[in-house]
């Protein structure tokens, strides 16, 4: 059978294919809907003690980016105008997302907002870990 002959004219669609396009579609609405709810819960869980809300409502943020075409274009304008903002966002939703350094940085970011310049204690104990660190492979 020639290749001519097995290919289907363009915008054809088999009711198998049209089913499967309904699925994904219906799959990505759920999930785009199970991001909300995620985010919801992260808005109502900031209030408490401790810092659990954002990073909830973060990661249905990331569900959200994924998995709506609006979302994201959305996303892209917020990100030219607040490039220095939502940096972090933009390094959790890549493939391979740094998880441990967005951490950092941003607790460091808090940190720096927060906490007057000689009581910082991230930045110090950084400093303190570079030197150890720098020792240890010297000495070996």
């Known amino acids: 059978m020639s290749l001519a002959l097995s290919a289907r004219p363009h915008g054809h669609t088999s009711a198998p294919g049209r089913f499967g396009q309904l699925l994904r579609r219906l799959l990505r609405l759920g ?16 209030p408490l003690p401790g810092p659990m809300g954002l990073p909830v409502a973060a990661v249905g943020l990331m569900i959200i980016l994924r ?28 493939r391979k997302p ?15 907002l927060i906490v007057p310049r000689g009581y910082r204690v991230a930045v110090r104990s950084r400093r303190l870990f570079r030197r150890r660190r720098r020792a240890s492979t010297i000495v070996a």
């Open 67 to 94: 998995n709506s075409y609006k979302a994201r274009k959305a996303f892209v304008r917020l990100r030219r105008a607040h490039p220095k903002t939502l940096h972090p966002f933009r390094r959790l939703l890549r």
């Open 98 to 112: 740094e998880v441990a350094p967005v951490v950092w940085q941003m607790m460091l970011r808090t940190e720096r």
């Open 31 to 46: 999930l785009v809907g199970l991001g909300g709810l995620i985010v919801l819960a992260g808005v109502l869980i900031a």
